[in-house]
């Protein structure tokens, strides 16, 4: 009887490991801006280099709205954000008083709908106008989550927390004022913090407290800034790093306090985020397209002592990733690739995408070998991540002509990728050949 107890017992515990595989199937999570550690890198393999409306398509599925937040993934549902009521087209605006926000859960293997929650704006809003103030919308920020929760940053209207089931726990103002060009930085979790780049909103940098959504910290300061900030691992200790107009700053993320700061971007004003690799900083930004790479741990003024190197290349928008000692980005409007050697900021290619991309407002991602960038409105371009230059692809989806303007999720054997229309699951081997 005891055996078989065990036994039973035994059984109990596999069922249960088998049912968590089940539920977190096909692939790992992506839980922010970039996925993992906001870097843009993804460990995957067979991922798919071609696609089109049918081939390579495991699922569609449309959203009630237009947005350019990322989606995120995690276990077996895909979350993301999008805008409807107001400024869905540039002709017919409409009335910004019916401007609603939504929060989306989609079945992570059917795409099925699973739940939709709508949020009232709070107005005024940014007015929605033709040229670059049409390019952003009103669903920018991607969702961040610590796997129990959703952390969502509409803007002026605040950022919210919500469970799993989109039931809404706290929501928090972080400022009221707004800008032509949108709210746009994605939120980053550190410990028992939910930290936003307010920029926009108050000038700032914020930390919340994740359980209640009070303010743990605020930064002042922060002007004309819409980048993400992300957590670099200096060493000693943890970095709260942003890029800001003609300064790179790091902040401690327990209490806000600048670290250290040095020479930045050159520009009123500044859109990429940075990235880190062994505990070097690296940020590109700026209308004269600068890129800087920086050793973090230091203290104050650091634009002497940790600089490692600055080269005259970059992006206004997009942001780099880092693969294998080198920098790859795309120019959000010259159309071509760029790759820097990352150890000494030397130029090793500067190549032109065919067909001419147009604009590339998405920031690229490494997965499989290969380097993924989404244009707005000429498809998704595939690369090889190597410091020698070769497209492998580009894919356009012949039924959705609508703009594409997020960073592309990876999870497992499949990219996740949404457009103002829908959102697709991609994966090798799905769909009509």
Request: proline letters at 5%; charged letters at 20%; hydrophobic letters at 35%.
């Amino acid at each position: 009887m005891r055996n078989r107890l065990y036994r039973l017992a035994e059984y109990g515990i596999l069922a249960c490991v088998l049912l968590a595989r089940a539920d977190a199937a096909p692939g790992a999570d992506w839980t922010g801006f970039r996925g993992p550690g906001g870097l843009g890198i993804a460990e995957a393999e067979n991922l798919p280099v071609t696609w089109d409306s049918r081939k390579n398509i495991v699922w569609t599925q449309e959203l009630p709205g237009p947005g350019t937040s990322s989606p995120i993934v995690l276990g077996s549902r895909v979350y993301l954000t999008c805008y409807s009521g107001y400024g869905e087209s540039v002709d017919d605006p409409g009335d910004m008083a019916d401007l609603v926000r939504h929060v989306v859960c989609l079945d992570r293997t059917t795409g099925k709908i699973e739940w939709s929650k709508t949020f009232p704006a709070r107005m005024p809003e940014s007015e929605y106008r033709r040229g670059n103030d049409s390019k952003h919308g009103y669903a920018s920020s991607t969702l961040a989550s610590d796997g129990e929760r959703l952390y969502a940053f509409f803007g002026i209207s605040g950022v919210y927390c919500l469970d799993l089931t989109g039931d809404v726990v706290w929501s928090t103002s972080v400022g009221s004022g707004t800008h032509g060009w949108g709210s746009a930085t994605s939120p980053v979790l550190f410990e028992n913090l939910v930290i936003v780049n307010a920029s926009i909103e108050s000038e700032s940098l914020v930390a919340l407290d994740k359980a209640t959504g009070k303010v743990a910290w605020r930064a002042p300061g922060i002007r004309r800034c819409w980048s993400s900030p992300i957590v670099v691992d200096a060493g000693r200790r943890r970095e709260v790093v942003l890029n800001v107009p003609n300064r790179l700053t790091a902040f401690d993320p327990k209490t806000g306090q600048e670290l250290w700061y040095c020479d930045g971007i050159p520009d009123g004003y500044v859109c990429p985020s940075v990235i880190a690799h062994d505990g070097v900083v690296y940020a590109i930004g700026g209308r004269k397209n600068t890129a800087i790479a920086v050793r973090a741990g230091g203290r104050g003024d650091v634009t002497r002592s940790h600089v490692l190197w600055t080269a005259p290349r970059g992006s206004n928008v997009s942001s780099p990733v880092y693969v294998d000692g080198h920098l790859y980005w795309c120019h959000e409007s010259g159309g071509f690739a760029i790759c820097l050697d990352a150890g000494s900021g030397e130029i090793v290619y500067q190549e032109r995408l065919d067909p001419r991309p147009g604009i590339v407002y998405s920031s690229m991602v490494a997965a499989d070998g290969k380097l993924y960038a989404v244009s707005q409105e000429r498809g998704t371009f595939v690369l090889a991540a190597k410091p020698q230059f070769e497209q492998l692809a580009v894919n356009v989806f012949d039924d959705d002509g609508t703009r594409a303007n997020a960073s592309i999720a990876v999870s497992g054997n499949q990219i996740i990728l949404r457009t103002d229309q829908a959102v697709y699951c991609i994966g090798e081997g799905s769909g009509q050949r």
